[in-house]
């Protein structure tokens, strides 16, 4: 065989994943504008209550209104449910009947953090400290000499709902978990990294100066509780009926110096909640109704009735199935869903945890991931060739530029998302997301490429 005829056979057998950078350039200053709007619905939304309250204004901007199921609908009709404010549905009317299947973008908006645990305020050691129960699966060294910021809700006696949101504004004091000096460090150097920081040392300096009078007790707790019910009208007991997170106080930016990455926290899973929710409200009279899904829960196991073990959003489609007459079992099945959530980009520092030739890459795309789980695809749903090979085919057909990779190394460790809850429902699912630097950090690195591109699958996703 010539060098000729095996050069022209290679091309024709061989498939390189592309660069973004290289095949699409044009492509560059697309996703840089993009990505302004995300790295601002980042900053909005550092819990999932923010992210709903921030992706509400967004529908409500567009002409999307309130769901009721007593009402009828026609096709192109935009319409968006909450869920007990942490998870957000939005639907667009399609213009088939949805016995003939609708298309679900679910992605989730809570992210690993510190949580206040009920009792939190204590004071020790001429400091006042709140105590932290960790969310989701964190690294727990990172969060010590950080700048971090108090996020949540308090419900107040009589039912008042008081929002708190500290460390964030221009001119916010922020909190921190401290750690030791390394000329102290010598036995903590001697743990295992896991428990370098340990979970009961998550502790968050509030403050350490003591409250005027000295006939009180505990001053420095008190000027702490003083301060705090200066300005929201809380009283310690508050804390038990509160939900407020400990979250990091920076803002998402441009990391490199060719700016082609985004820097922040959270951005597991909001980068695909974000690109989800921007595909369906831009969708305009669907063949198919398109149901785009924001969920919280994901993190500690979808659990409760915000989180997708529940069955608000089957509860939601069975709404819609009613209203229109149609066998609800029938628009399961023939329903498709894109299970939104990120993976793991090829870290070359940390290679060995990695099979470098089913990894997925910066710049070179949206990744479907076939099928999650540990080991030996423990908790994955598995998506069918059939499934995989249809949703492929739109994106190609799309110019869309996606690739495929694995959660790491089979016996490295693996991770779910929430495809599996979407697949007991007898409906074709697969994940798909955007490939992740230091998942689960405070501070994640995602491209701006393949931000862009999963935003494109999204909608591309939507038009069949």
Not at 133 to 154: C, D, E, F, N, S
Not at 206 to 218: F, I, N, T, V
Not at 419 to 448: Q, T, W
Request: charged residues 25%; negative net charge; proline residues 4%.
């Amino acid at each position: 065989m010539t060098e000729e005829k095996k050069e022209k056979l290679s091309g024709s057998l061989v498939w390189k994943q592309p660069n973004i950078g290289d095949a699409a350039p044009e492509q560059i200053e697309a996703a840089q504008d993009f990505c302004e709007g995300y790295k601002a619905f980042l900053d909005a939304g550092k819990t999932e209550r923010e992210c709903v309250k921030a992706a509400v204004a967004i529908l409500n901007q567009a002409g999307y209104v309130p769901f009721d199921p007593e009402k009828k609908y026609q096709a192109g009709d935009k319409i968006y449910q909450v869920n007990r404010g942490k998870a957000l549905i939005a639907a667009t009317i399609g213009q088939k009947p949805v016995d003939e299947g609708v298309r679900l973008n679910i992605a989730h908006i809570d992210s690993p953090r510190l949580d206040l645990k009920p009792n939190p305020l204590y004071e020790s050691g001429e400091l006042s400290l709140f105590k932290t129960h960790y969310y989701g699966g964190i690294r727990k060294y990172q969060w010590a000499a950080i700048p971090l910021a108090m996020h949540g809700v308090v419900i107040k006696k009589g039912g008042e709902t008081v929002e708190i949101h500290i460390g964030d504004k221009p001119g916010d004091p922020v909190f921190c978990v401290t750690d030791l000096l390394p000329h102290l460090g010598g036995e903590q150097s001697q743990r295992k990294l896991s428990e370098g920081i340990k979970g009961e040392e998550l502790n968050v300096v509030a403050g350490s100066l003591p409250y005027q009078d000295k006939d009180e007790e505990s001053r420095i707790k008190l000027q702490v509780l003083s301060l705090l019910n200066q300005q929201y009208g809380i009283t310690e007991r508050d804390f038990q009926k509160a939900e407020i997170e400990i979250v990091p106080a920076y803002p998402a930016v441009d990391v490199g110096l060719d700016r082609s990455l985004i820097g922040a926290y959270g951005q597991d899973d909001r980068v695909c909640a974000y690109t989800a929710l921007m595909a369906e409200k831009e969708c305009v009279n669907p063949a198919y109704t398109s149901i785009c899904v924001l969920t919280d829960k994901e993190e500690i196991g979808s659990v409760g009735n915000t989180g997708l073990d529940s069955d608000y959003v089957f509860h939601f489609m069975g709404y819609l199935a009613e209203m229109q007459g149609v066998n609800e079992k029938t628009m399961l099945r023939n329903t498709k869903c894109l299970s939104a959530d990120v993976n793991a980009a090829y870290d070359p520092t940390f290679g060995s945890v990695y099979e470098p030739g089913n990894s997925c890459y910066m710049n070179k795309g949206c990744v479907l991931t076939k099928y999650t789980g540990s080991r030996g695809k423990g908790g994955s749903s598995d998506a069918s060739a059939e499934f995989i090979s249809y949703v492929a085919d739109i994106f190609d057909k799309e110019n869309v530029y996606w690739q495929t990779g694995e959660l790491g190394a089979v016996d490295a460790g693996g991770g779910g998302t929430v495809a599996l809850y979407v697949a007991r429902h007898n409906i074709d699912v697969v994940d798909l997301g955007v490939p992740i630097l230091s998942m689960h950090s405070p501070f994640e690195l995602a491209s701006k490429l393949d931000v862009y591109n999963t935003y494109a699958a999204f909608g591309a996703f939507l038009k069949y």
